[in-house]
């Protein structure tokens, strides 16, 4: 789920109501939100496993780990993958359900 970043504007007008970005960056989020949690329960992030390597390798400038803990779906070979620290390493794990 991609929450957007809150406005650093006026999000108010001199009349107290909404600016033009703050009702879009509600929008936004509002429908972040929508997609990503409703009744039906939570959606798992889709990434391909090619993505899924880059996302969980990825180093910062002074080369730490920016990878937290998440699940994420596998769509290049349909699984359902979690990572999790060992070590530190942010390492990927097949999610397997009985």
């Known amino acids: 789920m991609n929450i957007p970043n809150l406005p650093l504007w ?34 798992v992030p889709e990434q391909t496993a090619a993505n899924i390597a880059i996302i969980v390798a990825n180093t910062d400038a002074q080369g730490n780990y920016t990878c937290t803990p998440r699940f994420i779906y596998d769509s290049t070979n349909d699984l359902m993958k979690a990572v999790v620290y060992v070590g530190g390493v942010p390492t990927l794990k097949t999610v397997t359900l009985t």
């Open 10 to 43: 006026q999000i108010v007008d001199v009349k107290g109501y909404p600016t033009a970005p703050e009702l879009q960056f509600r929008q936004n989020l509002i429908q972040a939100l929508q997609n990503g949690a409703g009744p039906e329960g939570l959606t």
